[in-house]
């Protein structure tokens, strides 16, 4: 069956790096749409980050761009999220998401904290 789970995550100073992961078993990644999403305390979900089949990528928010990247591993079948200089504001839970039938991972927490 369809599976997504997130690794990586943790906690960081600000101005700091973290790599998640999410490892897919049951399907190709490389044949969906897949997204990453976040989660702060107390506020929606909001979009981080599409990866598309082709391989081409969005950067959703403003803030967000040049500072994260999103990318796959075909052979890993793993899709990530590359943050560098983390904020305080990105301290979040974030998800993997394959929107084909709504597949959600467990979430990975990030706090960026000094």
């Known amino acids: 069956q369809v599976k997504l789970v997130e690794s990586g995550g943790g906690l960081v100073q600000p101005g700091g790096s973290l790599r998640l992961s999410c490892a897919a078993s049951?399907?190709?990644?490389?044949?969906?749409?897949m997204k990453w999403y976040r989660q702060a305390p107390g506020k929606e979900r909001e979009l981080v980050a599409t990866?598309?089949?082709?391989?081409?990528?969005?950067i959703n928010a403003d803030d967000m761009k040049g500072r994260f990247t999103i990318s796959r591993d075909n052979t890993k079948n793993t899709v990530y999220l590359q943050m560098i200089n983390l904020k305080p504001e990105d301290t979040a839970v974030y998800y993997c998401?394959?929107?084909?039938?709504?597949?959600w991972g467990q979430g990975t927490q990030v706090t960026v904290s000094s």
């Open positions: 049951g399907f190709t990644v490389s044949l969906y749409i």
């Open positions: 990866i598309r089949p082709q391989g081409d990528s969005i």
């Open positions: 998401h394959r929107p084909t039938r709504n597949y």
